[in-house]
Every structure is written in C-alpha cells, then in structure tokens.
C-alpha cells in the first residue's frame, strides 16, 4: 500500500490546501495529513485542536484520507506512518528556495524519504492562510477561498477577538 504524508500548518485549510489533498489522495493509496504542532512560525489564529477538526470535517468524503497532529521531526512522523513521501504543494517560485532547501534537509537526515511536490492549481496560486486571514479580518468574503465549513469558524474566531470588520 502506498502512503504519503502532507504536513503543513493548515491555520486555516484553504481550498488551495483542498486542491494538493485531492490530487494526492488520487495518486497515493492513503494520504495521511500531519498537522504540525511545533511550528516557529507565530502563534496561530486557530488552536492545533481546531486546525485538525477543520481539516477533518473538510476531507470527509475522501475515504482515503486520514488527519493527525504531529510535532518533532517530520521524517519520524512519516516513518512512523509507514511512509516514505512527502507531499507538499509549491505554489510559485517564491515557495521554491525554502521548499527545496527543506527536501534536501530532510534526505539529509532520512535518504530513504523523497518529497514529492504538486504544483498548484492557477485558480489558488495566489491563495494562502495568511491572505485568507488578512481577507476575513477585513469583512471579505473569503468563501471561494477555504471548504464552506470553515467559513463560520473563521468568522466566530474573529468575532471572539473582536478585529473583524464589515463582515455579516
Ligand atoms: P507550512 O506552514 O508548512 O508552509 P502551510 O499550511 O502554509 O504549511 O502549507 C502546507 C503546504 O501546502 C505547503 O507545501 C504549501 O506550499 C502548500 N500550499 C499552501 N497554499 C497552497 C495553494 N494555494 N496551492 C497549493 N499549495 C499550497
């Protein structure tokens, strides 16, 4: 059985993420989604809990895809789940220096796992987490940006920290 591993941080899902996920999950016999815990990236809007809930609530009908949090080494986490692909989604060359200097670090450590990368769809290759938040903070609509269930977490998380704006 094929498996791979797509980790990201995932603060929220966006349907850019959506996209690699179901291409992936055609390609590889399961795919595993690992939710990272301990990224060095600033505190996240949503909790580790809540980005997990979301993912899966997203990727419900997609029978072959499981989602787990992770932290510590990604290579350890994707032996552990009998893996040897990484999966991640290189949008433009901007994503390039970082995402190629991270593969070649991780076969540094771990020869025997190869990361595999899917570019993205041109409807999302503007699209990121960041935008997304930046968007809903401002009242945008982002609903042709993130899986429809994720849209009223978004909009109740922003509300709770009172910065949203114009928004209904
Ligand atoms: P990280 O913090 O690890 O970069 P992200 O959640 O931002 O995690 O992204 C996870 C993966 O999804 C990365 O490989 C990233 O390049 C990819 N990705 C993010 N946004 C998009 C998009 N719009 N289209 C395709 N791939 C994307």
Known sequence: ??????PGSFDPVTLGHFDIIKRAAQIFDHLVIGVLNNSDKKTPLFSLDERVIMLKEA?????NVSVESFDGLLVDFVKSRHSNVIIRGLR???DFDIELQMAQSNRMVAPDVDTLFLSTSLDYAFLSS??????????????????????PR??????????TTGGN
């Open 1 to 6: 059985m094929s498996i791979a591993v797509y």
């Open 130 to 151: 960041s935008i997304v938040k930046e968007y809903a903070k401002y009242g945008v609509d982002v609903k042709d940006f993130v899986p429809g269930n994720v849209l």
């Open 92 to 94: 433009a060359l901007a």
């Open 59 to 63: 990727v419900k009908d997609i029978p």
């Open 154 to 163: 978004l909009k109740e998380k922003l509300s709770k920290m009172s910065i």
